[in-house]
């Protein structure tokens, strides 16, 4: 099974970087979507570091960040999908709301400018090393789940996926969804834990944006509302 999900995972993370070596970063827009199709937190640090260079651009190195972590909330529905479809009944509208608000969000950040043509660096998803690091991860993560489960219920999840989140959200989100369609989990329980997950791995993001003097609030609002919009949603429809 673990195998099975590396597979699923890196032939995504692959399909995004084949992408952006093919057509290269003509554009900030373009660069944000297939970089965060491998890694949005890696196109966030790179935002980053185009602030530090160029922080009157903010605004532009703001909506790449965004642009990119909605690929992130894309991936959510398309795991949900493939390994628990129930489970993408509960979370397609507030994902989807999330989804809204970032676009809108980056639309608005990138209005005066965007024709910006800018790089994004990410590495091969296909190395061995990444790949083993991710199975170790998914497993460690399901592991985890499973005893936070066992021993502090529904709390318990909630605390590994907070944490689980901040270093990568494919895992935990693909173990709760194995969890929700073998019953371990239920399926309220699993979809709001993938949204704290996501919320957590967001959180980061912002925080990581902070690195460049005021691009932190600018990433921030185009990310942190819609997340809580979100759970808010989950939570009254649950």
Request: no cysteine; proline share 3%; hydrophobic share 60%.
């Amino acid at each position: 099974e673990i195998w099975q999900v590396v597979m699923l995972v890196a032939g995504v993370n692959f399909a995004g970087y084949l992408a952006l070596r093919l057509l290269g970063s003509k554009g900030l827009w373009t660069a944000a979507v297939l970089g965060g199709l491998v890694s949005s937190t890696a196109v966030t640090l790179s935002m980053v570091i185009q602030s530090r260079v160029d922080p009157s651009k903010n605004s532009l190195w703001a909506a790449g960040s965004v642009l990119a972590s909605q690929m992130m909330l894309g991936r959510i529905l398309i795991w949900s999908a493939v390994a628990a479809p129930a489970l993408l009944q509960l979370l397609w509208l507030p994902v989807l709301l999330w989804l809204l608000w970032g676009f809108v969000g980056a639309a608005w950040l990138a209005r005066r400018d965007r024709t910006t043509s800018e790089s994004v660096v990410v590495q091969n998803p296909l190395q061995l090393q990444s790949a083993l690091l991710f199975a170790g991860v998914y497993a460690l993560v399901k592991l985890l789940t499973k005893f936070g489960l066992e021993v502090f219920g529904s709390a318990g999840v909630f605390v590994v996926s907070a944490i689980s989140g901040v270093a990568d959200v494919d895992a935990i989100s693909l173990s709760l969804a194995r969890l929700a369609a073998d019953q371990t989990l239920l399926l309220q329980v699993a979809a709001a834990a993938i949204l704290i997950a996501s919320l957590s791995n967001t959180v980061f993001k912002v925080a990581m944006s902070f690195g460049a003097k005021g691009l932190g609030p600018l990433v921030g609002v185009g990310l942190v509302p819609g997340g809580l919009l979100a759970l808010l949603v989950l939570l009254i429809n649950s």
